[in-house]
């Protein structure tokens, strides 16, 4: 995640704001450094973080299961879905959904094949890294720690996310993936802050029922253990077309946008 830079001219800012060529330097910055990175250290990051997002799916059931039937039920136990969001983005631990935006400013500004490839390498290392985490993780919680009653609470919220078809999956992937690259573009001008911009900006994935391919990854694999699911299911209504949205929300939307922002001063 981008960090702001104290050293940038005062040209570079708005009253007390970056401007946005300074938040995209800022951001790009921080790709070039996660592209040389090496892959190793990707992978261990990016498990770590698939481990820690699952704490959104636990902290909604928990909330859930703990508050009783009533119309706001939804809207408080929704707060949980923010809790895996703030350990990843916080702890700076490497999200795939994150480097649809991250890695992507700096190949725009000076794109090359060579630098395709290795933006490509490092989403792959990232996204398979963060979906054996949350397998791990629901694996974890389906067959040692969770309770009866979480069980059920966390199979009674996860079934929803198959009453899509492939192309409603894909449609509310969108949303998804355009704010989390917006929490990235944000964080630079959240100095002191960054706790309740995350904890909106991802309490609205949660409300919307938007689809996020890596919190969706924990429900799905809880489903899968369940019986509820099928593995073909998994990857094909759920997986591909989480994908697919979550890039265009981020990379296609968000980054493309916030690249025409500044395109002539880059």
Do not use: C
């Amino acid at each position: 995640m981008a960090d702001t830079d104290p050293n940038i001219s005062s040209p570079e800012r708005h009253g007390t704001r970056l401007s946005a060529r300074a938040v995209y330097a800022a951001i790009s910055r921080d790709g070039e450094e996660e592209l040389a990175r090496a892959p190793l250290s990707l992978w261990w990051s990016a498990l770590a973080a698939g481990l820690a997002i699952s704490m959104s799916v636990l902290g909604k059931a928990f909330l859930y299961d703990a508050l009783p039937e009533a119309p706001w039920r939804d809207l408080v136990s929704n707060l949980g879905y923010v809790f895996g969001f703030l350990i990843v983005i916080l702890g700076r631990m490497q999200l795939f959904t994150e480097n649809t935006i991250t890695v992507v400013l700096p190949l725009a500004s000076r794109f090359s094949f060579h630098g395709l490839a290795v933006a490509a390498r490092l989403w792959a290392v990232v996204l398979l890294g963060n979906l054996l985490g949350t397998l791990l993780m629901a694996w974890f919680i389906y067959y040692v720690m969770g309770t009866p009653a979480q069980i059920d609470a966390l199979i009674s919220l996860s079934k929803p996310v198959f009453d899509n078809s492939m192309g409603e999956m894909l449609i509310k992937a969108i949303p998804a993936g355009f704010i989390i690259a917006a929490v990235v573009w944000m964080l630079p001008n959240s100095r002191g802050f960054e706790f309740w911009m995350i904890l909106v900006l991802t309490y609205l994935i949660g409300l919307g029922s938007f689809v996020h391919i890596i919190v969706g990854s924990t429900e799905a694999y809880l489903l899968w253990f369940a019986g509820q699911v099928q593995a073909a299911q998994v990857g094909l209504q759920f997986l591909l077309p989480a994908f697919v949205g979550n890039v265009i929300g981020g990379t296609v939307l968000f980054s493309l946008l916030a690249y025409g922002q500044v395109q002539d001063k880059v």
